[in-house]
């Protein structure tokens, strides 16, 4: 038996997207059917939409997304129906070498549901980042619905699916940040900013924002930054320095993803210090870095992947500290709009008017 819903579709490269009719399947071993409540529009479902992750068109976008559990298909013991839900792209297998030795955060033998969704013709559906949560139902792995208290609202509980675990876990799980260390974020979109909340939640004592656009600057104030830096009207990494005492910040997070941007952490660093890249680059991109100032610096060059987060440690920690009033994440989200709306949101996302737009259902 399957399920008809309404989802929305990226049908070819570049192309606006659709809401069409999707055919979901009755959840298999080891699935779940989830029915989506909110979700996030992401810059990674852009980037499938425009062909950047690959050309298995078409997609079902949509990954950011939080909802309740309908049914469970044999086997599934981690999730009932009716739990509530963070979707995560990460499920660990708990049997590759980096999770048998203590490192589940490197995991990349992840599960997604071995069953297709489908246009109405039958025709398959990609699912972005094996999820596709633009959609009122969906069909995940099990392991893939991390389960949180049902007191947190859907749209902010989705948003750890993705863009601001990335940005909260690097300043927290990769880099981690100490009580008391200096903290410099350079790009304050939505996991720029996640960053800067991170090192704030931390302790950081001094937290230093950089970018272009004095609208996010002025939304890294209100997320936890000490200082703000234009990078087009001032160098940053004399910057950094000077609000450093000279020395360079203990801790630098990368949240563009381009090698001039790289540079100015590497640079911006205290000696021993620590640059965390969670910006994502494309496959072109080099990086020419004299070997000596790499040798001479010290300290240590890191990337983040997801945060470097678990799931079902990480979600439910912050999700608490939410409703104790201690995590504004409600501050990440610029509007609400339904599933007809995400092409425009897209459009909103590329002209910097909006940390995060949620689809809620």
Same mark, same amino acid.
């Given at each position: ?5 309404? &989802? ?19 959840? !298999? ?12 529009? %992401?810059?990674?479902?852009?980037? @499938? ?6 050309? =298995?068109?078409? @997609? ?28 995560? *792209?990460?499920?660990? %297998? ?11 955060? @490197? ?14 013709? &039958? ?8 999820? &596709? ?27 750890? !699916? %993705? ?14 940040? #100490? ?39 002025? *939304? ?22 000077? $609000?450093? &005492? ?19 952490? +590497? ?35 890191? #990337? ?15 999700? =608490?500290?939410?409703?104790? !009033?201690? $995590?504004?994440?409600?501050? +990440? ?29």
């Amino acid at each position: 038996m399957t399920t008809q819903v309404r &989802g929305v579709v990226a049908r070819g490269k570049g192309a606006p997207v659709e809401v069409t009719t999707v055919l979901v399947p009755d959840p !298999g071993p080891g699935e779940a059917l989830v029915r989506v409540q909110a979700c996030g529009v %992401c810059h990674t479902d852009l980037h @499938y939409r425009d062909g950047g992750i690959g050309d =298995d068109f078409p @997609y079902l976008l949509g990954h950011e997304a939080a909802g309740l559990v309908e049914v469970v298909g044999d086997d599934v013991t981690s999730v009932a129906p009716g739990d509530f839900v963070i979707l995560n *792209w990460r499920a660990v %297998c708990g049997q590759c070498r980096a999770c048998q030795r203590g490192r589940p955060w @490197y995991c990349f033998n992840t599960h997604n549901a071995t069953q297709q969704m489908t246009l109405a013709d &039958g025709t398959p559906l990609s699912p972005a980042l094996g999820i &596709g949560a633009f959609v009122e139902k969906t069909l995940v792995a099990a392991g893939q619905c991390t389960k949180v208290n049902p007191a947190t609202p859907p749209e902010v509980a989705g948003l750890l !699916g %993705c863009g601001v675990m990335a940005g909260l876990g690097a300043a927290i799980n990769t880099a981690p940040v #100490s009580l008391g260390d200096s903290v410099a974020v350079i790009g304050c979109g939505g996991v720029g900013n996640a960053a800067v909340l991170g090192a704030r939640l931390a302790g950081a004592r001094t937290i230093i924002a950089v970018d272009i656009d004095p609208r996010k600057l002025e *939304w890294a104030r209100g997320f936890g930054a000490t200082h703000v830096i234009n990078s087009r009207e001032a160098d940053p990494v004399d910057g950094i320095r000077d $609000l450093t &005492g000279g020395h360079g910040a203990d801790v630098v997070i990368e949240a563009i993803g381009r090698p001039e941007t790289y540079m100015q952490a +590497f640079y911006a660093r205290d000696l021993a210090g620590t640059v965390v890249l969670v910006g994502v680059p494309t496959p072109e991109m080099r990086l020419d870095l004299p070997l000596l100032d790499f040798f001479g610096r010290g300290g240590a060059l890191k #990337s983040s992947w997801y945060g470097d987060c678990l799931p079902e440690r990480d979600f439910p920690r912050l999700t =608490d500290l939410y409703l104790q !009033g201690r $995590l504004p994440l409600e501050k +990440f989200v610029s509007e609400t709009i339904v599933l007809d709306a995400v092409e425009e949101a897209f459009a909103k996302m590329q002209r910097g008017e909006v940390l995060r737009s949620v689809v809620k259902l």
